[in-house]
T-cell receptor
Framework: DQQVKQNSPSLSVQEGRISILNCDYT??????FLWYKKYPAEGPTFLIS?????DKNEDGRFTVFLNKSAKHLSLHIVPSQPGDSAVYFC???????????FGGGTRLMVKP | EPEVTQTPSHQVTQMGQEVILRCVPI?????FYWYRQILGQKVEFLVS????????KSEIFDDQFSVERPDGSNFTLKIRSTKLEDSAMYFC?????????????FGNGTRLTVT
């Protein structure tokens, strides 16, 4: 099941610079997307979401962009901080229910 | 901030044994979930639970699995006869409303090791 894919398993960024995490999806029925952040030994924590009626949603340092024609979304973190070092998952509910399909995750390392 | 709590944090069991993983969802949440993550793989949906019954389940959630809300606060996942391939991190989650309207809050997980 590869409905949601994160092709970069890891990303390393210098503190203060922009982090861009990418996610692709195949199911055109997806119309709501979420990003979760996960620290070691903790559960995923909700970060930001976007509905398909928008192409951008911003919350502080975090912005999610959605390109429906390309079936692609990205999470931008500006400026990146060492505390942002975590695994980031994109996820989508495939129908109106509650099941979330997760991508494989991207491990972000922000170097001081 | 209220949180989802899971116990135990680590459970080791022998193949064929029954295990019960326990969760206390956030108190005003109505929807409850179990997900799992096998080492090196994706986080996978197992089951969702609302109004004292299963609302959705995945192919993984076969007859060996069951869920229960035995009282007003706990939510449990039982694996009747564990297999080696059940070794994974199991995450409980809860939400106020359905996923479209309310993000999931996850616990810190129970690492299940089947030997």
């Amino acid at each position: 099941d590869q409905q949601v894919k994160q092709n970069s398993p890891s990303l390393s960024v210098q503190e203060g610079r922009i982090s861009i995490l990418n996610c692709d999806y195949t199911n055109s029925m997806f119309d709501y997307f979420l990003w979760y952040k996960k620290y070691p030994a903790e559960g995923p924590t909700f970060l930001i979401s976007i509905s398909s009626i928008k192409d951008k949603n911003e919350d502080g340092r975090f912005t999610v962009f959605l390109n429906k024609s390309a079936k692609h979304l990205s999470l931008h973190i500006v400026p990146s901080q060492p505390g942002d070092s975590a695994v980031y998952f994109c996820a989508a509910p495939p129908n109106a229910g509650n099941m979330l399909t997760f991508g494989g995750g991207t491990r972000l390392m922000v170097k001081p | 901030e209220p949180e989802v709590t899971q116990t135990p944090s680590h459970q080791v069991t022998q193949m064929g044994q029954e295990v019960i993983l326990r969760c206390v969802p956030i108190s005003n949440h109505l929807y409850f979930y179990w997900y799992r993550q096998i080492l090196g793989q994706k986080v996978e949906f197992l089951v969702s639970f609302y109004n004292n019954e299963i609302s959705e389940k995945s192919e993984i959630f076969d007859d060996q699995f069951s869920v229960e809300r035995p009282d007003g606060s706990n939510f449990t996942l039982k694996i009747r006869s564990t297999k080696l391939e059940d070794s994974a991190m199991y995450f409980c989650a809860s939400s106020e409303m359905e996923t479209y309207n309310s993000p999931l809050h996850f616990g810190n997980g129970t690492r299940l090791t089947v030997t």
